[in-house]
């Protein structure tokens, strides 16, 4: 038994290498085409038609017919349809040209975040892109709790199984939530075929009920003669209307969801043959057709969906607890088209609500992995689909529970996400049209920004919990980052360095006899700087006069950057001594990559020489970590023990 042990323990480890293997196999779907990832001479990713994509982004979008009559007659009452009227307007003067212009600002999926990260730099850029980013993480994962929630409504009000299911719509959203995961952990490579099969039969389905609605309304035109009688009485005239639908505009908000999505799926758009990842006109161009295309189509059936709901559904079935609440249309599937045809409309409906979580889900594992990890606020691991699959599932677990699968509740939660995404990306427009000099779009895109910010504001007031959850995410997104970034502090960070051929013939010569580098912090760079600089180093250190060196200098970037490359320049100051210049964010790591890099290159352990740094330990840490400097010596030293285990390869550290 006993020799059966290792044999055991190779087994496990064989396990754990495989479990570990699949968790970590490759990078995020749809991350991978980065700004940048290719050369600008490369061909673009091959991807897909745009109307193809158009469903992938539908399934989101679309899927809002499955609950936004009902919310909108929750809102507005009789006033319903001309309230859609107005949100539709919205949509195709406002949100339309403004994502538009998105597309064509920033093509790579990273939408309006990207816009404005570049007006901003320093660590108030990151807190800034950090705290988008967590009004991105509502918008998209309450998406999956609130479609998964609204799929579970339609399963459990559906006749053939409301007795087996009555009750049970926390579980079977937890479930919806679960196999969406399962689908990600499985691998998510190509979801467009499945969404175009989707989205076509759920429109389709959607056309039957909007032409047998109108049907009925056109059989029975008393209701019609009904509604706008009621409507009179109740509010009078028609700037009485368009006043009151102004004011509950706000809770129409999620009209608009699809519009994000839309700008996130859009490096899986075709685009033209001699499109590149620098100047993707073609996508560009087909990007917008997918977003005019969806928002017209969608405008249409919000229109029509929100005139039959209003006039042939009871005002009291809209309610909680009603038979339409949260599942309008399907009312009337069942109510008029018989229950074989609503099983098959509750179907539909309950695939694509669960798929417009896989959109969702999609949009996360596009968009975090594009700063967190390039931040080091986040840890390598979260740049893999699965892992980061499983920390969004636990979060969409947590949210459902928290609202307890509640469609009505988790709305104010996802208008708040969909309308500061909005807004900013209204305020990136406006100041890239500004930039551009084009007075006339910078003040639409302006009266549109003042649009957004009221519905935003609006809505914030009328529902703070909204608010509340955006807040937990930002606060928790924050919190995790920088708690990443510390224990990430001493990694080894710069992606590649690259000499000129000045500093790599200093390299070579002093390779000759033993390299030794002094660490500089630049002043005057005068003659007597490098003269007693090498004198103090001497002494500090018992160096012979004929031992020779190179000066090494570091020029601070912007510290808030985490990976960058670094390039070394060579030059010879007043004549006689040599030096090698570098930028970086971080005087530490640039140091330890160089001296790193010249062991590599000559096969000879590098020295560098240091002085001590006055001051508080604590204080000179908290300066090196949000500023990349303190105290170079300690630092540097901890950067290559962590890089190089092995203590006869590790460059040699020296400080007097």
Not at 316 to 324: I, Q, R, S, V, Y
Not at 388 to 416: E, H, K, S
Request: charged fraction near 15%; charge should be neutral.
């Amino acid at each position: 038994m006993a020799a059966s042990a290792p044999a055991d323990s190779s087994s496990g480890a064989a396990v754990r290498h495989r479990l570990r293997a699949w968790m970590l196999q490759g990078l995020t779907d749809m991350a991978k085409h980065r700004q940048g990832a290719q050369p600008a001479a490369e061909p673009a990713h091959k991807g897909q038609r745009w109307w193809r994509v158009m469903c992938l982004t539908g399934v989101d979008y679309f899927s809002t017919l499955g609950y936004q009559p009902g919310i909108a007659a929750l809102a507005a009452g009789l006033l319903s349809p001309v309230a859609t009227i107005v949100l539709v307007i919205v949509t195709l003067a406002g949100a339309l040209p403004v994502y538009r212009r998105v597309a064509k600002e920033s093509p790579h999926g990273q939408g309006s975040i990207a816009m404005l990260e570049r007006l901003l730099t320093f660590w108030k850029g990151k807190l800034f892109v950090l705290t988008l980013l967590g009004f991105a993480a509502t918008d998209f994962l309450i998406t999956i709790t609130l479609s998964a929630a609204d799929a579970s409504t339609h399963l459990v009000e559906n006749p053939h199984v409301s007795s087996v299911l009555h009750n049970q719509q926390m579980i079977v959203t937890l479930v919806l939530v679960a196999l969406l995961g399962a689908v990600f952990l499985k691998g998510f490579l190509e979801a467009i075929g499945v969404a175009v099969a989707l989205v076509g039969l759920y429109l389709a389905l959607n056309v039957v009920v909007v032409i047998v609605g109108l049907w009925h309304v056109a059989a029975a035109p008393h209701v019609v003669t009904d509604w706008s009688h009621a409507l009179t009485i109740e509010h009078g005239n028609v700037l009485a209307m368009v006043g009151v639908a102004l004011l509950v505009f706000p809770k129409l908000a999620l009209g608009l969801s699809g519009f994000e999505t839309g700008v996130a799926v859009m490096p899986h758009v075709e685009g033209a043959p001699g499109d590149t990842e620098e100047r993707p006109a073609g996508r560009i161009r087909d990007t917008k057709k997918l977003l005019t295309t969806a928002a017209v189509i969608m405008s249409a059936f919000l229109i029509l969906t929100s005139f039959i709901t209003t006039l042939l559904i009871p005002a009291d079935a809209f309610k909680p607890g009603g038979e339409a609440n949260g599942r309008a249309l399907a009312y009337l599937a069942h109510e008029y088209l018989g229950s074989a045809f609503g099983t098959v409309y509750d179907i539909s409906t309950i695939a694509i609500l669960w798929f417009a979580g896989a959109s969702a889900m999609a949009g996360l594992l596009n968009l975090m992995p594009q700063y967190l990890p390039r931040y080091g606020m986040a840890p390598h691991w979260a740049r893999a689909v699965r892992p980061m699959v499983l920390v969004f599932t636990l979060v969409a677990f947590l949210v459902t529970w928290i609202f307890n699968a509640d469609v009505d509740a988790q709305g104010g939660a996802y208008a708040t996400g969909v309308l500061v995404l909005m807004s900013s990306a209204a305020i990136a427009v406006t100041i890239a049209a500004r930039r551009a000099r084009q007075r006339g779009w910078t003040l639409g895109f302006a009266a549109i920004s003042l649009i957004f910010l009221y519905v935003t504001v609006a809505n914030a007031i009328e529902r703070p919990d909204g608010v509340k959850i955006g807040a937990c995410f930002i606060a928790g997104i924050i919190l995790v980052s920088f708690l990443s970034r510390l224990a990430r502090a001493f990694e080894l960070r710069v992606t590649s360095v690259v000499f000129d051929d000045v500093a790599e013939r200093f390299v070579r010569d002093i390779a000759q006899r033993k390299i030794r580098f002094i660490a500089n912090e630049p002043d005057q760079r005068d003659l007597a700087e490098y003269r007693d600089k090498a004198q103090q180093i001497r002494t500090d250190n018992d160096l012979a006069p004929e031992d020779d060196f190179v000066f090494v200098e570091v020029n601070l970037s912007d510290p808030s950057e985490f990976e960058s490359e670094m390039r070394v320049h060579g030059e010879v100051m007043h004549g006689r001594y040599r030096v090698l210049t570098v930028e970086s964010s971080s005087v530490s790591n640039a140091l330890a990559a160089l001296l790193l890099h010249v062991r590599d290159m000559t096969n000879q352990r590098p020295h560098i020489y240091f002085e001590w740094t006055e001051g508080n330990p604590f204080a000179q840490f908290l300066r090196f970590f949000l500023f990349g400097q303190g105290e170079v010596a300690p630092v540097t030293r901890e950067v290559l023990r962590e890089a190089e285990p092995d203590r006869e390869r590790r460059p040699r550290v020296h400080v007097g």
